[in-house]
Nanobody, 124 residues
Framework: QVQLVESGGGLVQPGGSLRLSCAAS????????MRWYLQTPGKQRELVAD???????SYADSVKGRFTISRDNAKNTVYLQMNSLQPEDTAVYYC??????????????????WGQGTQVTVSL
């Protein structure tokens, strides 16, 4: 069973920084794209950033220049460094990944997995 476990959320003042981590555990072959989403009450989850296994990245316009996504393939971990945080960044942040994690007829199949979410609150 594959699990994604996030950590690093919390309360921070405007202008501050936080670093989120998400580690994959369990039995799997490899991890393809890893992503961070955010969700605020009553709204759909929004893609914040993603990163390929090779390190190519993309970002939502709202976080460009402030957030940085990175990964450590050896540790099966993705990070989100969040700088210059503003109250509108307050949300639950979810890790998401495409992982070759189930075996069918002797071959690993690609599945999509979610973490449990971590709360980020930006407030005085």
């Amino acid at each position: 069973q594959v699990q994604l476990v996030e950590s690093g959320g919390g309360l921070v003042q405007p202008g501050g920084s936080l670093r989120l981590s998400c580690a994959a555990s369990g039995t799997f072959s490899s991890i393809n794209i890893m992503r961070w989403y955010l969700q605020t009450p009553g709204k759909q989850r929004e893609l914040v950033a993603d990163i390929t296994r090779g390190g190519s990245t993309s970002y939502a316009d709202s976080v460009k220049g402030r957030f940085t996504i990175s990964r450590d393939n050896a540790k099966n971990t993705v990070y989100l460094q969040m700088n210059s945080l503003q109250p509108e960044d307050t949300a639950v942040y979810y890790c998401n990944a495409d992982i070759y994690g189930t075996v069918v007829d002797g071959t690993y199949r690609l599945n999509n997995y979610w973490g449990q979410g971590t709360q980020v609150t930006v407030s005085l």
